[in-house]
């Protein structure tokens, strides 16, 4: 399993049209992606779940991925939050 916490960079979060963003990468990977805020996890392939977590700007969140392309999952996913989404 692969680890990484990252604080969200963009002005809005990972609300709608970033988290569409967001889910799109996450399912371009084979592992299973998972995200975390406090002590809330969802599926970071599923919309709803992601959405549910309520993630603003300067969150600090857990993506946590496993399977065989993990490290490539969590080191793309932290780039696209980390630049946040380029706004």
């Given at each position: 399993m692969t680890t990484k916490t990252v604080s969200i960079q963009n002005?809005?979060?990972?609300?709608?049209?970033?988290?569409?963003?967001?889910?799109?990468?996450?399912?371009?990977?084979?592992?299973?992606?998972?995200?975390?805020?406090?002590?809330?996890?969802?599926?970071?392939k599923s919309l709803l779940g992601v959405l549910s977590l309520g993630i603003e700007k300067g969150h600090d969140i857990v993506l946590r991925a496993e399977g065989i392309d993990e490290v490539e999952a969590v080191e793309g996913l932290a780039e696209l939050l980390l630049n946040g989404f380029n706004d």
């Open positions: 002005t809005v979060g990972l609300h709608a049209r970033p988290a569409t963003f967001f889910i799109q990468k996450a399912n371009s990977y084979k592992s299973t992606v998972m995200i975390e805020r406090g002590n809330r996890r969802a599926n970071a």
